[in-house]
């Protein structure tokens, strides 16, 4: 229950395009939604988050849909470039009384390519 | 404004041998989380420190151990090291208050042989 689930494991876009990862949890006690961006090499890099009261989040060309009912959230980039190549990790926070912890889904290794 | 730093970068261990990784959280930031990402996985959490004490342990055996410094900087150590260990451990800080926003270090990568 304390899962988070991530699709697709990998994902070629052509630049320009639109990138989508789709994440889905069980455990209705998550209450705070990150988005993480890794280079090989580096360590995740805080991308965008979302909290379970809003339905969309957008920062520059990431944009966080989150669909409560469903237990489910997504990733769009817009117009994805080279640079965006890295791979992807949703995660999903579990806290209590000044304390939690991340959990993480297994990631999505994203190609754009030029 | 330095980020979250991590020493050392890379260590070679044999097993059965023991292990100290150090951490130095953002500044202004108390709390550090540690985590283990094995190759093509996501991290998985080992445990957390807030006021010098684990306030929240993962599911990962005794062998690993931990300790915050009054300057909030930390330590993850691991005894009787095994293959299965080998690994990227990560650190990260956050600021009482805001656990949830967590800002990672970039890793220190264990191999363990």
């Known amino acids: 229950q304390q899962q988070v689930k991530q699709s697709p494991q990998s994902l070629i876009v052509q630049k320009g395009g639109i990138s989508i990862i789709n994440c889905a949890y069980e455990?209705?006690?998550?209450?705070?939604f990150p988005w993480y961006q890794q280079f090989p090499g580096k360590g995740p890099a805080l991308l965008i988050a979302?909290?379970?009261?809003?339905s969309e989040k957008k920062e520059g060309r990431f944009t966080i849909s989150f669909n409560k009912s469903a237990k489910q959230f997504s990733l769009h980039i817009m117009d994805s470039q080279p640079g965006d190549s890295a791979t992807y990790f949703c995660?999903?926070?579990?806290?209590?009384?000044?304390?939690?912890?991340?959990?993480f889904g297994q990631g999505t290794t994203l190609q754009v390519k030029p | 404004d330095a980020g979250v730093t991590q020493s050392p970068t890379h260590l070679i261990k044999t097993r059965g041998q023991q292990v100290t990784l150090r951490c130095s959280p953002k500044?202004?930031?108390?709390?550090v989380s540690w985590y283990q990402q094995a190759l093509g996985q996501g991290p998985q959490f080992i445990f957390q420190y807030y006021e010098e004490e684990e306030r929240q342990r993962g599911n990962f055996p005794d062998r690993f151990s931990g300790h915050q410094f009054p300057n909030y900087s930390s330590e993850l150590n691991v005894n009787a090291l095994l293959l299965g260990d080998s690994a990227l451990y990560l650190c990260a800080s956050s600021a009482a208050g805001y656990q949830e926003t967590q800002y990672f270090g970039p890793g220190t990568r264990l191999l363990v042989l």
């Open positions: 500044s202004g930031h108390d709390t």
């Open positions: 455990n209705t006690a998550f209450d705070y």
């Open positions: 979302i909290r379970p009261d809003v």
């Open positions: 995660a999903a926070y579990l806290g209590s009384s000044n304390t939690g912890k991340l959990i």
